[in-house]
């Protein structure tokens, strides 16, 4: 089994700063890519920002100079950084990877945490 737990989120005001980690467990062949989705109340999920293994970064233009990712490969765990948080950063965050596990001969799957709530006031 394979799992994705996630720590860190709340509550801050605006223009403050939060950071969320997540790490991935089980019985993991390789990691492909790791990241963070959102999902505001009566919205999409959106994807927040990604790592691929060996690839670039990608963010969502609304983050771009405000959140950071970074991952630790030996560790499968990613966290994002989030500075001069905005009202409009309020939401769900879920973690997400995709990766192949140990039991499916190379086959990639898509997981997701629990998800954890960033609140931010204005």
């Known amino acids: 089994q394979v799992q994705l737990v996630e720590s860190g989120g709340g509550l801050v005001r605006a223009g403050g700063s939060l950071r969320l980690s997540c790490a991935a467990s089980g019985s993991i062949f390789k990691i492909n890519v790791m990241g963070w989705y959102r999902q505001a109340p009566g919205k999409q999920r959106e994807l927040v920002a990604a790592i691929p293994t060996g690839g670039s970064t990608v963010y969502a233009d609304s983050v771009k100079g405000r959140f950071t990712i970074s991952r630790d490969n030996a560790k499968n765990t990613v966290t994002i950084e989030m500075n001069s948080l905005k009202p409009e950063d309020t939401a769900v965050y879920y973690c997400?990877?995709?990766?192949?596990?140990?039991?499916?001969?190379?086959?990639?799957?898509?997981?997701w945490g629990q998800g954890t709530q960033v609140t931010v006031s204005s």
């Open positions: 997400h990877a995709r990766l192949v596990p140990t039991t499916t001969r190379g086959l990639e799957f898509a997981y």
